[in-house]
Structure formats: structure tokens, C-alpha cells
């Protein structure tokens, strides 16, 4: 079967040509254009993991200071059977 009964052959060659300029290949040594800067999708969910993750040690200190005061605090007056 040749390329002029292939209907699929002739349609790779129209897309092949048709490429735009970006899809081409460059010639060897030409740098390839900078990225365009695109909006940030999830910026407020990363700050706020980024903020949760620098208070994170700071709570857990918080939290064992909190237990070990429970516990220097108590009267003993719990019910014990």
C-alpha cells in the first residue's frame, strides 16, 4: 500500500506541515525561548501549608509544655478505684 492510498499517511504530512513555529525543531545552538510566567494556581493553599509547617514546632512545644503543666498541676484529687 502506498502513501497515496494511505488516507492516514496523508493526514500526518498536512500536520507535519502545519506545525506551528514552537513545534518545530530548533536548529542545534539557537537557546530556546524563556517560559511564560503563569499565574499560580494554588498560592493560598501553599502559603498556608508553608506557614503550618514553621509553626509546627512550635505547637508541639506548646502542646508538651501544656501536658507537663497538666500533669505538675495536679492536686491528686482524681477519682482512682
Do not use: I, K
Not at 500536520?15 to 513555529?21: A, I, K, L
Not at 509546627?56 to 508538651?64: F, V
Amino acid at each position: 500500500m502506498s502513501s497515496d492510498e494511505d488516507p492516514t499517511a496523508d493526514f500526518l504530512e498536512e500536520v507535519r506541515v502545519s506545525e506551528p513555529h514552537w513545534r518545530q525543531d530548533r536548529p542545534a545552538g539557537e537557546r530556546a525561548p524563556e517560559r511564560a510566567e503563569r499565574p499560580e494556581r494554588w498560592g493560598r493553599t501553599r502559603a498556608a501549608g508553608r506557614a503550618a509547617a514553621q509553626a509546627a514546632p512550635y505547637l508541639q512545644a506548646a502542646a508538651l509544655v501544656a501536658w507537663l503543666a497538666s500533669g505538675a498541676f495536679d492536686d491528686g484529687s482524681g477519682n482512682q478505684s
